[in-house]
């Protein structure tokens, strides 16, 4: 079945970085796209960036500058290197791909147009 797992989350200072992963089973990795999201305490998941089959990128507008989607089809997996980060970057952050879909249209920020989830991993920006 497929399975998303996000890792490398955790406790940073203001203007700092982190690099999450999130690593992918269970169907032809390649052929979807794949994006990050992200939910903080009392507010709506929202998107966060997308890099679709052949590579493009697409991001939020708070973030553009400061993060960037990677993806590794040899190894299933898709990064997201976040630097310098903002309190406002606090939030649970996941990965998602859609049951079909293999391009970050207008509606890639869109929480319905995506089938699998991963479990989450915490980003927490503070001094």
């Known amino acids: 079945q497929v399975q998303l797992v996000e890792s490398g989350g955790g406790l940073v200072q203001p203007g700092g970085s982190l690099r999450l992963s999130c690593k992918a089973s269970?169907?032809?990795?390649?052929?979807?796209?794949i994006a990050w999201f992200r939910q903080a305490p009392g507010k709506e998941r929202e998107g966060v960036s997308c890099?679709?089959?052949?590579?493009?990128?697409r991001y939020e507008d708070s973030v553009k500058g400061r993060f960037t989607i990677t993806r590794d089809n040899a190894r299933n997996t898709v990064s997201l290197q976040m630097n310098t980060l903002k309190s406002e970057d606090t939030a649970v952050y996941y990965c998602?791909?859609?049951?079909?879909?293999?391009?970050?249209?207008?509606?890639?920020?869109?929480?319905?147009?995506?089938?699998?989830w991963g479990q989450g991993t915490q980003v927490t920006v503070s001094l």
């Open positions: 269970g169907f032809t990795f390649e052929y979807y796209r």
């Open positions: 890099t679709d089959v052949d590579g493009r990128t």
């Open positions: 998602a791909t859609p049951e079909t879909g293999a391009y970050c249209g207008a509606k890639w920020v869109d929480v319905d147009e995506y089938d699998y």
